[in-house]
């Protein structure tokens, strides 16, 4: 009878091969971890800056907000563009407004300053 | 009311509601724009106050009553848009001192700015910048006239859209979309 040996059966081979091979995955374990770990801190930095941001532009957004009613009140109309010029001008004899007459408004005193200007 | 009253400041842009912009807009608005009218005569003929107007020659230029173009004028001149200068008449025979109107150029940049800032629902430094811009784009324009290099509405307008835009930049940027809109 023929007894084979294969160095690779023996069991304290087997451990050595064992941790040969699962050295790798440590470190890989060990590496993904560090990945993941630097990967939550630059999310977590992330999150800060965009928590940041989104406490600056409530800030700005509240602030608006604060200014925003001075001119347009609690609920700005709808645009009323699409009723016409009649319209707007009956709106506006009544009180209200919107962004649309306003922004003819703007165009019209720029035309004023530019024909003042252009006359000089 | 004195002659040189001028009820829109910026100074109180924090005082302002609705109701001062509504009263903003009626003074500009009537339904055969001869308010603008007006503005656009005064913009061209007078715009200080050696060149001011007269009622007479404001109704003529217009086409309406000297009635109905006082009431018109009045309305600008309650906001600041216009003003009015009183001078002693000469001769013995109808009134003793002639009114003439002229266009407020600075007090119009005023305006201008309250309601672009106030369209953004921007703040009271805010609105300063902006009149500061107008106020740059305007006499650059001016100087650049003068010295014969053409410059349309149309750049005026874009250049002060690009100030509003800057100076809103700072301050949010969803806002910006407004001012394009």
Known sequence: ?120 | MPDDFKPYSIDDYDKFGMEDYSVILKAFTDQNNKRLQIMRYLAKEAKDEQSAKERVEIANRIGVSVVDTLEHRNALRNIGAIRQIRSERRGDRGPKERIKYYLAVEDLIEILSLLNAAMLGLDKNAAKRIKQAITKIFNRSRHKIRYGIYSSIFEMQEQILDAITNITHSYTQTQKDIIKW
Not at chain 1, 16 to 25: G, N, V, Y
Not at chain 1, 91 to 120: C, F, M, P, W
């Open chain 1, 1 to 120: 009878m023929r007894n084979y040996y294969y160095s690779w059966f023996y069991p304290a081979s087997i451990a050595d091969i064992a941790s040969k091979a699962f050295r790798p995955f440590t470190d890989y374990a060990i590496s993904g971890l560090n990945i993941a770990q630097n990967n939550m801190d630059a999310y977590i930095d992330m999150s800060k800056t965009y928590s940041g941001l989104v406490e600056d532009n409530m800030n700005e957004t509240t602030q608006i907000a604060q200014h925003t009613p001075n001119m347009f009140g609690a609920i700005p109309k709808a645009s009323i563009t699409a009723n016409g010029i009649g319209n707007a001008v009956s709106d506006v004899e009544d009180g209200e407004y919107d962004l649309s007459v306003l922004k003819k408004l703007r165009a019209d005193l720029t035309e004023i300053l530019h024909i003042a200007l252009s006359s000089a």
